[in-house]
């Protein structure tokens, strides 16, 4: 579905990402693992067109879209729901939500959308007349998510959606992705809780400065004492 071959990236004259190559097959769950700084928000970035390669190609469903704007990926299926959530928090929850169903795709069926998103979401549902900036942080978070799947994605990543949680909220916030994975969204996540995230991922690449230094299915990743080591702490 999502092919990265030799991808450079980065911001001005400084490159981040070196020849960074991955790939993510339909109905896959997919996760980045590095250490802060490695680069894992700058390759998601790049995969949403919020920042164009320096060099290398991107094809996602066959075609080439290394040069698409972020407008332009969400119109082909690719969703960020980027790290620190980012909602407007004068606004409803409502009204959140309704600002992810942009994507024309999802435009046309923003009611029944809404009503399907909110079956996973049901304590967005008793919220939706909030502001969402009186919710609570892992509040907060399931609306950010449930504006992702507002806009019908094919490929729904995440950055951090863990981040500053509570650890019953965290796996919450699992429990969710595991529906999504479930309802046949292709996931790629970045998430600091790796033990977490390689029991509900197919596969994994370990991003090191910049570069992918290991790829491999999540169970292997679990038992590579490298992996262990460095982000598993054991
Ligand atoms: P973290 O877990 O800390 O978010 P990360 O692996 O997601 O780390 P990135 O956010 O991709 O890492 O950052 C990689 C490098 O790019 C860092 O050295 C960072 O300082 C740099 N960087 C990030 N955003 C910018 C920017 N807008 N301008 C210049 N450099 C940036």
Redesign the pocket.
Known sequence: MLRLEGVHA???A?T?LHDVSLDVAAGEVVTII????????????TIAGLLTPTAGRITFEGQDVTRLSGHEMVERGVTLIP?GRQLFPEMSVRENLLMGAYRRAARARQAETLEEVLELFPRVRERLDQNAGSLSGGEQQMVAIARGMMARPKLLMF??PSLGLAPIIVSQVFAVVDRIVRSGVTVLI?E?NVFHTLQVADRGYV?EN?EIVLRDEAKALLANDHVRRAYLGI
């Open positions: 980065g911001y001005g400084t981040i590095g250490a802060n700084g490695a680069g894992k928000t700058t390759t998601l970035r790290e950055d951090e970045v600091q991003l910049g």
